[in-house]
C-alpha cells in the first residue's frame, strides 16, 4: 500500500495554551493510502473540521496541536512552517470547503481563478494556464461550448460552482483530496452529482480522498473505510461497508438510523429521526463514555471511566464496554 498520509495521536485544543484548554481532536490516528477513500463521520462539533484544518495548518485563531504526528509522504506536516505549507496546499493536498460561494472570488472570472493556481503552483504561462484551465474544467463535467471559463461564479448555479471549487481542487494533481461536507449547501440531486463527481476523479487520479460529513448515505457509494467521531475521538472504525452495513458502536447505529431517515420518501411526510440528547459540551465532558448520557445501551461500569479500544471483528476497532 502507498500510504499518503499517516495521523498518529494528533491532539487539537482551543483556548490557552496553558491554562485551560478545550480538546476538539484528541488522540486520533489514521492512515489513508493513494487510490483510497476514508470518510470521516460525525454530528457538527465532534471534530472533523478542526482535523482537516489541523492537517493544512489553518486552524482559526486559539486552535493549536497540542501533540501528534501527521506525515504526508513522509514529511511531517505538523512541524513545518507556514511557507512550507504553502507549498503543500493545493498542490500536495487540496481542500474543498462546504460551501464552494465563499471559496471562488467573487469578481475573477472562474478560468481566470484555475489559471492563477496554475501559474502559482505549476509555474505555468499565462496562455498554457488558460488553456489548462479549459481542459480541467472539462475533466470536471463542463462541456468545451458552455464557455464557462469565462462565467463570474455569481452566474453560476450551487453545483456548477462547486464543480468549479473540484476543478480548482485538482488543478495542482494534488495526492491527497480532503473535502469537508462537500455537498450540504446542495440540493440532493445535485449531491448525487458531486459524490460520483468525487468517486470519478478519486479513481482517474488515483487520489486519496479523506470524504468528511454528517450524512452516512453519501458514504455507501463512494468511501471504502469509515471512522466515525464523537466528543473528538475516534469512536468506530472499520471497512465502510460493515461500518455502514452493520455498526457496533451505539452512536454510530443511531446515527445511521437518523442519516438514513433523511433521504427515505417516508421522511417527507413525518418527523425526521435523531438522536436523543444533545451532543456534549466539550469544556466538560462527562468522567466516562463521553456518548454516555445519551446512550440507551449504557451500564454503570459505562459513567466511571472511558472504555478502551476493542476488536470485536478482525478488521473493526470499537471503543464501547459492550465489547470489551
Ligand atoms: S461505552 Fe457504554 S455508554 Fe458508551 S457507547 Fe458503549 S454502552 Fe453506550
Known amino acids: 500500500m502507498n500510504v499518503v498520509l499517516k495521523v498518529e495521536d494528533l491532539t487539537v485544543c482551543y483556548g490557552d495554551r496553558f491554562k485551560r484548554a478545550i480538546t476538539a481532536v484528541n488522540s486520533v490516528t489514521f492512515e489513508i493510502s493513494a487510490g483510497e477513500t476514508v470518510g470521516i463521520l460525525g454530528e457538527s462539533g465532534c471534530g472533523k473540521t478542526s482535523l482537516a484544518s489541523a492537517l493544512l495548518g489553518l486552524l482559526p485563531r486559539g486552535g493549536f496541536v497540542q501533540h501528534g504526528a501527521a506525515s504526508f509522504r513522509g514529511t511531517n506536516l505538523l512541524a513545518l512552517g507556514e511557507r512550507a505549507l504553502q507549498k503543500i496546499r493545493g498542490s500536495g493536498i487540496s481542500l474543498i470547503h462546504q460551501d464552494p460561494s465563499l471559496a471562488l472570488n467573487p469578481v475573477r472570472r472562474v478560468g481566470e481563478q484555475i489559471a492563477e493556481i496554475l501559474i502559482a503552483h505549476r509555474g505555468m504561462r499565462s496562455k498554457q494556464a488558460r488553456k489548462e484551465s479549459k481542459s480541467i474544467l472539462a475533466h470536471v463535467g463542463f462541456t468545451a461550448d458552455c464557455d464557462i471559463d469565462k462565467a463570474f461564479p455569481h452566474q453560476l448555479s450551487g453545483g456548477q ?116 440528547g444533545e451532543p456534549p459540551n466539550l469544556a466538560a465532558l462527562p468522567m466516562g463514555c463521553a456518548f454516555a448520557p445519551r446512550c440507551s445501551d449504557r451500564m454503570e461500569v459505562c459513567e466511571a471511566r472511558a472504555p478502551a479500544e476493542s476488536h470485536p471483528e478482525k478488521s473493526r476497532d470499537v471503543w464501547c464496554f459492550k465489547y470489551e
Do not use: W
Open 161 to 276: 460552482k462547486q464543480r468549479v471549487v473540484i476543478a480548482q481542487a485538482i488543478a495542482c494533481q494534488p495526492a491527497l483530496l480532503i473535502a469537508d461536507e462537500p455537498i450540504t449547501a446542495l440540493d440532493a440531486v445535485v449531491q448525487v452529482e458531486i459524490i460520483e463527481l468525487l468517486r470519478t476523479l478519486q479513481k482517474q487520479l488515483n487520489l486519496a480522498l479523506i470524504l468528511i460529513t454528517h450524512t452516512p448515505a453519501i458514504l455507501f457509494p463512494i468511501a471504502h473505510r469509515v471512522l466515525v467521531m464523537y466528543a473528538g475521538r475516534i469512536i468506530e472504525q472499520g471497512p465502510a461497508h460493515e461500518v455502514l452495513g452493520a455498526p457496533l458502536h451505539p452512536y454510530t447505529r443511531e446515527l445511521l438510523k437518523c442519516g438514513l431517515d433523511v433521504l427515505s420518501r417516508e421522511s417527507a411526510v413525518r418527523p425526521l429521526a435523531s438522536i436523543p
